[in-house]
């Protein structure tokens, strides 16, 4: 076996995931796959496409009508990319795939936030890649003197920036961005921005790295409609490169999948066109589950930061003197939650845990009333 693979480990998250399958009558809150449906218009245009006969292999890079309509959506954000810099991918997480298949030579360093989601570190790890690792200040967002001094030291080849994040539910700041800017206009450096939960940002205003036109030979954004139209299991998603990188990502892309499911791209194109009205109604409704999670949260004595995105929260834990992974693994067999130890996501997630709001208000107040319960009983 590749000894490569043999060093990783399947993700804390699904691991977790697959311990509470044998606890009768535990709420999961641990997946981040939203629990609306598929917005209708998007279900109906698959279902044409399908009768349509849109069954065969479409372009490498996807279909043109999604990569103009995607195009369009990313203009309203500030984003510019023309439709050649667009691969469409089956998952953000072919995307990420693909992208570090494309970059990464052995021995290549990349500097990974810590915490942050798992498959960074992994994919890097898997190419023979070095990951060097981040910290993050109190708000999560990334602690930039720490990043200068890494880069200055260890001359790394890319950068991964990840925001909304997964699992802090910290956002890109205005001046976070700034700041990060100044620090790569002059530098040799590739940032691989994963913006997956861009559309679950609950601030007014959306800073993406990927809005310096100035850099944009540096910069790879990763992104996708999993979450977007709560569509996980259709296994779409999108990469955005200049065509120097472009060119090579598609290599990787041809040869693993061919093309994202010709299918599921007609939906995302009518999703584009029509549902955005959906999404923004999803966020709303996020936001207020971040709201009441947040709340009851506090109530309990639980210290934490306000998610400005994405649908997690990542509470401290430290006063109940347990790991992460003890404290889960309690909560699930004694309280009957299931919730993420906060190392999953790295060494520095220790002492935390992830909690998932992607779930109906109904279901969150059963878990956190269980949760209360369980930490009243553990206090006394
Ligand atoms: N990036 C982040 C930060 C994620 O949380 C996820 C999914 N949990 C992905 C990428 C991959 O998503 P998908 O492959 O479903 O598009």
């Not at 890319?158 to 800017?181: F, H």
Request: net charge neutral; glycine share 8%.
């Amino acid at each position: 076996m590749n000894r490569n693979v043999q060093k990783i480990e399947i993700s804390g998250i699904r691991k977790f995931y697959n311990k509470v399958a044998k606890v009768p009558d535990a709420i999961s809150l641990t997946l981040g796959q939203p629990d609306f449906p598929v917005p209708l218009a998007i279900r109906e245009a698959m279902i044409q496409a399908i009768r349509a006969g849109k069954t065969e292999y479409t372009p490498n890079s996807g279909i043109i009508e999604l990569r103009k309509e995607l195009c369009n959506y990313l203009y309203s954000m500030d984003i510019i990319y023309s439709p050649e810099e667009v691969c469409i991918t089956a998952g953000g997480s072919e995307g990420l795939f693909s992208v570090f298949n494309a970059l990464l030579n052995p021995g290549d360093k990349v500097i990974v936030p810590n915490p942050s989601y798992p498959a960074y570190a992994s994919i890097v790890n898997l190419l023979g890649g070095v990951v060097v690792e981040c910290g993050l200040n109190k708000d999560f967002t990334l602690n930039v003197p720490e990043l200068k001094k890494i880069i200055e030291e260890n001359k790394p080849k890319a950068l991964v920036l990840s925001y909304p994040s997964n699992p802090t539910g910290a956002g890109m700041t205005k001046e976070m961005r700034d700041e990060i800017y100044k620090i790569l206009k002059d530098r040799e450096i590739i940032v691989i921005t994963d913006e997956i939960y861009s559309a679950l940002n609950f601030e007014d205003k959306y800073y993406s790295i990927a809005q310096y036109q100035d850099i944009r030979d540096k910069i790879i954004l990763v992104s996708g409609f999993s979450k977007m139209f709560s569509m996980t299991g259709l296994r779409i998603g999108y990469v955005c490169a200049v065509k120097e990188y472009m060119d090579q990502i598609l290599k990787i892309h041809q040869y693993n999948v061919s093309c994202a499911p010709s299918i599921v791209q007609w939906g995302a194109y009518e999703g584009l066109k029509n549902c955005l009205t959906e999404v923004k109604e999803m966020r709303l409704e996020f936001i207020e589950r971040r709201n009441y999670v947040y709340s009851r949260l506090k109530s309990m004595g639980l210290e934490m930061e306000l998610p400005r995105g994405a649908f997690y929260i990542f509470p401290s834990i430290e006063n109940f003197n347990m790991s992460s992974e003890v404290f889960c693994e309690r909560l699930l067999n004694e309280g009957k939650v299931a919730i993420v130890p906060g190392n999953a996501f790295g060494s520095k997630g220790e002492g935390k845990v992830r909690i998932s709001y992607s779930y109906g208000i109904e279901e969150l107040t059963i878990a956190l009333d269980r949760m209360e319960k369980w930490i009243g009983k553990l206090k006394n």
